[in-house]
């Protein structure tokens, strides 16, 4: 993914969500130096409500290395009631890179170290 673009990984609800604090794993292969805004969303048909935010910039590892960069956080979000049809999604979109392949979530931790990107709910 790299600059002007934003890719969302959709999820159906089953039930609501409390209030509390979401565990995001989101480590990644990083070829260009890149600006990622991440975003938490409750999708409701056409109306998304954004639950959490964050940027952050990454640079490439030294030597061009295909190593994955380990990243995770706490995001504190409000409660999300539930409806039939209503989605959780993970967003990221990328601005200020050099290439269109700047900033990769692991797909292979066997190979690329790190892990897939996961999102612990608050319970």
Request: aromatic share 10%; no cysteine.
């Amino acid at each position: 993914m790299g600059p002007g673009r934003s890719l969302d990984a959709e999820f159906a609800l089953v039930a609501g969500l409390p209030a509390g604090s979401y565990h995001v794993i989101y480590d990644s292969i990083i070829l260009f130096a890149v600006d990622v805004t991440f975003s938490i969303i409750h999708r409701r048909g056409d109306a998304d409500t954004v639950l959490a935010t964050w940027d952050e910039h990454f640079e490439p590892l030294p030597g061009g290395t295909f190593e994955a960069q380990l990243r995770e956080r706490d995001e504190v979000a409000p409660a999300v009631p539930f409806q039939d049809g209503d989605k959780l999604v993970y967003r990221y979109a990328g601005a200020n890179a050099q290439g269109s392949m700047s900033y990769i979530p692991v797909g292979n931790p066997e190979s690329e170290g790190g892990r897939h990107t996961n999102i612990t709910l608050p319970h």
